[in-house]
Nanobody, 120 residues
Framework: VQLQASGGGLVQPGGSLRLSCAASGSIFSIGDMGWYRQGSGKQRELVARITNVGSTNYADSVKGRFTISRDNVKNTVYLQMNSLKPEDTAVHYC???????????????WGKGTQVTVSS
């Protein structure tokens, strides 16, 4: 199973970015999907999570600004980030809880990080 993230970059404060992360490989089903981030010198923190039926939760610092969604046909999770702030600068990592077959339990898989930089 591979997770391919895209959409990071440099944006000015107040701007927007949309991250995408597509899972591929031997996939029977996917449970939770989500995004973590890690700023320089900081611990990795949960940004947002979405279940396979669409329930979501967000870090307090991004509520009202970020929206997580997913396309279960494309095995893809998205993170729409609006009103970006310099403190959102971090490497963002996507993850997915994937069952490779009906006989196997779900395991977490991670994408390579994508850098988001918010600066004027």
């Amino acid at each position: 199973v591979q997770l391919q993230a895209s959409g990071g970059g440099l944006v000015q404060p107040g701007g927007s970015l949309r991250l995408s992360c597509a899972a591929s490989g031997s996939i029977f089903s996917i449970g939770d999907m989500g995004w973590y981030r890690q700023g320089s010198g900081k611990q990795r923190e949960l940004v947002a999570r979405i279940t396979n039926v669409g329930s979501t939760n967000y870090a307090d610092s991004v509520k009202g600004r970020f929206t997580i969604s997913r396309d279960n046909v494309k095995n893809t999770v998205y993170l729409q980030m609006n009103s970006l702030k310099p403190e959102d600068t971090a490497v963002h990592y996507c993850y997915a809880d994937v069952k490779g077959s009906v006989y196997r339990p779900a395991s977490p898989y991670w994408g390579k990080g994508t850098q988001v930089t918010v600066s004027s």
